[in-house]
């Protein structure tokens, strides 16, 4: 089934009724803003998605019977008198999506017709289950139709009222309005009415409805109609209402005005990232009202057969690698609510809290990791980077007696290396577009070439650079991507033994004949990504971590190896996870993929599951008890003044045991069976698995357009062919993203581009459907 978009309408101002409670009369309140409209002389409508009862009881009947002609419908009635979820336990119960689907047609439709204003009333209280027992305030998220709130005038109303709204609040809903009947004895309407005036949201108070009259009444039936024909004939009446209404249809309009000059205001306003404001135009802004799950709700997207001013569009990029369990997460936004609540934001100084001393033992057990017993907390993956580089060149220089403030110490790496845009790691890799133009880079190490893996015409092969081939062999084909990983095998075969004799003279050579001295070996474990996501061979990473810790006496003369693993020899090995850390390819760790403990690591992105910025900077306590000394002076002084901030802990604590039980209960068991390949695979060989399908890599490597592909965990990377040449400044990606953009007839997808590589990206939790129509998207493209 498709996602749908938000609902919003230029010729129709749909709102959904959510109830504080049970029994608040969400439904009185409905009929009352609809017989409103139609005495205006125009059309509304009432959608009742579910309801439970006895058919002549239910809402929409009522609808019907004192509406005053307003058009009404129920999509799936069910007969007993309970909550939906106990109701449908007898029945055909509809999926969430196709409830939704369901209702953003009826409304579309209705958008079409001549009907002006349409309410979609839930059934309960905000939080009452829906057919599938999910809680109403999460199912109808998707839609995030503006909310008119039926506040509770009865006995503790005050405290349900408040409660529904905050929890609408952080669910990322608008509440525009809050209507409750008045009660002379406990007068609610009066405090209520001040809590929400205070936060500009009008509250109208209508009269209590007429009681019911006694059943013994032979007329009892007649009285009651003959009642509230009065009563909506007055109530409908009130000034308050019909003031209500027209702020209602106010805010729609504005609502729309926004977003269409969002995009003019955007160009005047900001300086993006990674962009080239030279020739850039409003119409290339994608203004996003919301996001929820894999998509973005975006206004104005091209091509769109949506119905409504707000499409779906998969967010193609993860949000720049972020996203791991979906946008507008209602687990993680409580986490982070209830931190923010508990703590706001305390410095960590010689203090402790217990987000930060959870997050701690998590992930220490989450990296698997003997060598780490310290976590140091930053805000993001470069500055985490900063302090892993301090860590790194400190240690080594304390055990090899070397003064950086005299000689210059460089790091080893790899080509297409990219560890942030502070000043300290943009050093740390080669001169790149990234960094060559920034006028206080100097780089600062050596960068080796290395064999890639990728797919070609349906077969896997590590293509090593033409420059190297003397050295380290000619190319190689494998029968899976698994066997590529099979490290155990591969260790033993020519090609390592050719990969580490040259390393080893390189190294060799740079520090004997060029005199180069060496602090630490930084590698971005299996993928280098924002380089043009380069696969690097494993076998090649794994024998340059061999080689620098085997050989101790390439960096200082009288260096031994180290006796004891968790002591580290050679150079310090720092690995930036960064990107491909913590499940982005499938793994808790990407280390475990070179079976590597490295000495320090770096872990961002995905920490938090998207929401919060948060980083760590791992590391052994030998490094750590570098910086011990009776000198300040030799602290690691390096801090943020967020640092280890509670509601960041919190949610990262929550996101990894959200991926950790992913991992372990069966959640991708779908997509590990469509990657196993039994022909091919030992005892010995590795798991390794995509979301992405293996038919769908065949079919792509194939297609004309397409020089290579790849797929590990939820990352695709397609490399399309350039007769100019690869690179960052390649233009050739650009077609295909075009299209992507374009869509089909579900959604379409906001998609990055590096050169002449576009790469796609999925939560961890993304919908199978969902990531089929992506790959049919991509094989109307290009195959």
């Known amino acids: 089934m498709a996602p749908v978009g938000s609902g919003l309408w230029r010729t129709l101002r749909a709102h959904q009724v959510y109830g504080a409670n049970t029994d608040v009369g969400k439904t009185i309140v409905s009929t009352v803003l609809c017989n409103a409209v139609q005495r205006q002389k125009q059309r509304a409508a009432f959608l009742k998605p579910v309801s ?3 058919l ?12 005053a002609g307003a058009l009404t419908k129920c999509l799936y009635q069910f007969d007993e008198p309970v909550s939906p979820h106990l109701a449908a336990k007898s029945k055909t119960i509809p999926r969430d999506e196709d409830l939704l689907a369901s209702i953003h047609q009826t409304l579309s439709g209705w958008a079409r017709s001549d009907i002006d204003f349409a309410l979609v009333e ?56 809050v209507l409750l009947f008045r009660d002379e004895y406990y007068q609610n309407h009066e405090y209520i009415g001040d809590y929400f005036r205070n936060k500009s949201i009008p509250l109208v108070h209508l009269p209590a409805p007429p009681a019911k009259p006694s059943q013994t009444d032979p007329d009892a039936q007649q009285r009651d109609e003959e009642a509230m024909l009065a ?3 007055q109530a409908s009446r009130e000034s308050e209402i019909l003031r209500l209404l027209e702020e209602m249809t106010i805010k729609n309009k504005q609502r729309i005005e926004r977003l269409e000059e969002m995009t003019d205001r955007a160009q005047e306003l900001i300086w993006y990232p990674f962009t080239q404001h030279r020739g850039m135009q409003a119409k290339d802004i994608t203004v996003i009202d919301s996001a929820h799950d894999d998509y973005f709700h975006t206004f104005g997207s091209s091509g769109t057969n949506q119905e409504g001013e707000l499409r779906p569009t998969f967010d193609g990029s993860a949000s720049w690698w972020t996203q791991g369990l979906g946008h507008g997460n209602p687990e993680l936004s409580l986490s982070a609510a209830y931190a923010a609540g508990r703590y706001g934001h305390v410095m960590f100084a010689g203090t402790v809290h217990e987000p930060a001393l959870s997050l701690a033992e998590s992930l220490l057990k989450t990296l698997d990791n003997p060598r780490f017993s310290k976590v140091f907390y930053t805000d993001n993956g470069s500055t985490g980077m900063e302090v892993a580089i301090k860590m790194g060149l400190r240690a080594a220089c304390d055990r090899y007696g070397w003064d950086a403030s005299q000689e210059k110490i460089n790091i080893l790496g790899l080509k297409g290396s990219y560890h942030g845009d502070t000043i300290g790691v943009m050093d740390c890799s080669e001169p790149s577009t990234y960094n060559k133009k920034v006028e206080w880079y100097r780089g600062r190490g050596h960068w080796f070439d290395f064999p890639l893996v990728k797919m070609v015409d349906g077969q896997w092969k590590v293509e090593v650079p033409a420059e190297l081939q003397e050295d380290l062999g000619p190319d190689a084909e494998f029968s899976s991507l698994g066997s590529v990983f099979d490290l155990n095998s591969r260790l ?9 004799k040259y390393i080893h003279r390189t190294i060799k050579d740079l520090v004997e004949t060029h005199g180069m001295k060496f602090g630490a070996l930084i590698l971005e474990p299996v993928i280098l990504g924002a380089g043009g996501m380069l ?16 050989h101790p006496e390439l960096f200082s003369p009288n260096a031994t190896p180290a006796k004891t693993s968790p002591s580290w020899s050679g150079l310090p090995v720092v690995f930036d996870e960064v990107f491909t850390g913590l499940y982005r390819l499938g793994r808790p760790t990407s280390a475990s993929f070179l079976d590597v403990h490295p000495d320090i690591a770096v872990n961002a992105k995905l920490l938090t599951g998207g929401l919060i910025p948060l980083c760590t900077t791992v590391a052994s306590q030998e490094i750590f008890d570098t910086f011990s000394s009776p000198e300040k002076s030799d602290a690691l002084l390096h801090g943020h003044s967020y640092t280890a901030h509670a509601s960041g802990c919190t949610v990262a604590v929550d996101s990894l045991r959200a991926m950790s ?17 039994t022909t091919s695979s030992t005892a010995s060989t590795p798991e390794v698995w995509s979301v992405w399908s293996n038919g769908l890599l065949k079919d792509l490597s194939c297609a004309e357009p397409v020089e290579s592909v790849f797929a590990i965990g939820t990352v695709l990377s397609i490399s399309l062919r350039d007769a100019e040449g690869a690179g960052y400044n390649s233009t050739a990606a650009k077609g ?27 939560s961890v939790t993304s919908k199978p459907e969902s990531l089929q129509e992506l790959e049919s998207l991509l094989r109307s493209a290009l195959v």
């Open 56 to 67: 002549d009881d239910a809402d929409n009947r009522h609808l019907e019977r004192y509406g």
């Open 661 to 677: 039980k992913m991992d372990k209960d069966g959640s991708w068991d779908g997509y590990r069976a469509d990657w196993q390949n």
């Open 52 to 54: 439970t009862g006895a």
């Open 736 to 762: 295909l993203q075009q299209k992507l953009a374009a869509g089909g007839d579900q959604f379409n997808v906001h998609s990055r581009v590096l050169g002449n590589v576009l790469y796609l990206m999925s």
């Open 535 to 550: 696969f690097c061979d494993p076998l090649f990473q794994r024998c340059l971590t061999d080689v620098v810790r085997e």
């Open 492 to 500: 033993d075969s020519d090609a390592s033994q050719r990969y580490k």
């Open 231 to 233: 009563y909506y004939g």
């Open 122 to 177: 839930t059934a309960g209280g905000v939080h009452s289950p829906g057919p599938n027992g999910n809680s109403q305030a999460d199912l109808y998220r998707p839609l995030r139709l503006p909310i008119v709130l039926v506040a509770d005038s009865r006995l503790g109303g005050i405290s349900s009222s408040i409660s529904a709204y905050e929890s609408l609040l952080i669910r990322g809903y608008d509440v525009q309005s």
